[in-house]
């Protein structure tokens, strides 16, 4: 079940695969299949420079325009691309937050002077971003942000803290949501503000999570500075332009992604022969039923990148709800499928298996980037057109 | 392979609600339940002279559109919408797509052409009384006196069978056993010794019946296939069927959840609509992940039926477990969101929810299906 390509975009995959082959068999062949999801806070310095690599071939931010620094590649190269890299087992890409999320808002939201100085290390692969949205208060409910940017004798002045901040400690720069305008209505009185991450100001301390390291942190900002025209889209409107991020999601990502789950798939099947546990009618029942999801994810995936026209399908929409429930059964398969060896890990302090990584780290699948519950209102509202719940 | 519908095919699909609106209508449902025969004369009379559906996938030279299994997608999915009682699905998905993989030159241009026309029903007769979805299954027997051949036993959950002008009766020589020794014969409804009668169902919007074969005589041109080799035959014409089913089954589900939404918005309770209310409106958004995935899982299975992809096993298995989980999750749903009234006689909901069981148990249960995708992953 494969992508209809044409002639270009055929070579165009010849291309990302013979140049990935080639580095990850030769000088970066130690960094293959590290820093996924769960072993994202290791092998980060050689990470930064496997960036900078890519940055230089050409291969960061392929589906920029190429005014930008990109190579205007269409959703579908994009798509191979991906693939290409996770079929290479690429390693986890740090610079992913400024490549999709900050990059592409520029673009959209940002001053000329704001894209002349920012995008062109984002593509070099020579800074690193972080997304500063979440604080304790402010989870799914984000419009509550609480830590407050005022201006100071012409510089942005921010208090406050962030929490669960991927990266944040090996990043270049943040893109904070600040509250500008305390007396405006909750909404209205954001400002999405350019912030770098290394001065005084700033504190990092990682969080250790379930599975044992370290991806995210806390961020306290106190007396940080950025400079007055580091405000995206104006000040007091970030609310419009965090929201304008989220959609610039259109599912390049999800051809590699699968891939991934499919390697995992394969290696259920093999505990499951090994274990004897392919032979139980139940565990036959739950094997079969997440083969049937995988594939579907993918038909899901190959609908998403043959619809035209500027609107999010619906198989779009369903995308994240879909294929993290999915995976967290998977883990939840896995354990199931190894019986009581589950429990043993790689060993001390606390090395776990790639599997009992993968079950822990599947949790956190249904909770980042919009809860399984935001999920369903953004489906409910943007897809169904029932009403919102009143605030 | 493309992952989407064409522009013909949209079309195609826009001009079947518009049609089935009028003529597969509430009322003209609920019409054709109360009647022996299950559906409406007059409605199949157009769909299949005037709108040639009948047509659609059988060859040009034939009598029929030539067009592919995927055409035939987004008419299932219309149909399903609103419940169609037709001898639609039997005819073409069961009898048509048998005769088209088995039939020879011969058998092919006595039948097909009177079934593009709209002219000729037909079914497959595969079940009985036992309950098995496999080979085994087949215990009606068939053994030959001279040139003629004699079929005894009694086949059971046969669709339209007490209606259809041509039964294909899956049957097996005396003393075989599993998939060896099953052969497919073509049994004209009139035939001396065959007697078809209703079994009434549950599910009012889809004609059950049972066939008992009394020492019925066939030619050994009644012979579908070669004999001996009726059960793969018969595997690959109910791999299309369960295609075509979860297509219908999608279409379906999808009404649920429109119906669902409809009812949301309006309905009232604390002042305020109670599609507003998460416990609601996470319904609804779960339904519709299903259906958009179930949609791929049918599309899928049609678009590799359409390329002439001879083992559709695990791709009708995985679109008919998928679909079938889909459509009954979203019929038992919409009753619970409709509240009282959607337990109703008079509210449509439980006619989907009646059809839901009916399908999901038609051709192997869920379970079965994941049963063989899960042989399929050698397992």
Redesign the interface.
Known sequence: ????LSQEEESFRQEARAWLQEQLNGPFKDLRGRGASGDQDTYVEERIAWGKVMGAAGWNCIGWPKAFGGRGCTIKEEAVFNEEYVRANGPGNVGHIGETLLGPTLIHFGTQAQRERFLPPIVSGDEIWCQGYSEPGAGSDLANVQTKATLVGGEWVIEGQKIWTSGAQYSDWCFVLCRTDSDAPKHRGISYILVPMKQDGIDVRPIKQMGGSAEFAEVFFDGAKAASDHVVGGVNNGWKVAMGTLAFERGASTLGQQYLFQKEFEQI?EV??RTGA??D?IF??R???A???L???R??A??T????GADLS??A??SK??WSNWHRDLGKLAMDLLGPEAELIEGPPYELTALQKWYLFSRADTIYAGSN?I???I???R????????R | MEFSFSEAQDELRRAARRFLEVASSEERVRAAMETERGYDRGAWTQLSEELAWTALTIPEELGGLGMSYLDLHPLMEEMGRVLLCAPYFSTICLGANALMLGGSTEQQERHLPGIAAGELTATLAYSERNNRTDADGVETSYSWVGTECVLSGQKYYVLDGHTADLLIVAARAKGSSGTEGVSLFLVPRDAAGMNCSWLPSMDQTRRLASVNLDGVRVSSDALLGKEGSGWDLCERTLDLARIALAAEQVGAAEMCLDMSVEYAKVRKQFGRPIGSFQAIKHKCADMLTMIESARSAAFYASALAAQGEEDLSEAASSAKAFCSDTFFHCAAENIQIHGGIGFTWEHPAHLYFKRAKASEVLFGAPSFHRERVAQRLEL
Do not use: D
Not at chain 1, 1 to 4: K, T
Not at chain 1, 383 to 389: A, D, M, R, S, T
């Open positions: 079940m494969e992508l209809q099947v499951a022969k392919s032979k009618p036959r029942q094997i079969a039923a083969w049937i999801g594939k579907n994810m038909v899901n190959l609908r990148l043959e619809h035209e619906r198989e929409l369903i709800l879909y519950q999920q369903r209102n489906i409910g509202e897809g169904l057109g029932l009403p919102k719940e009143p």
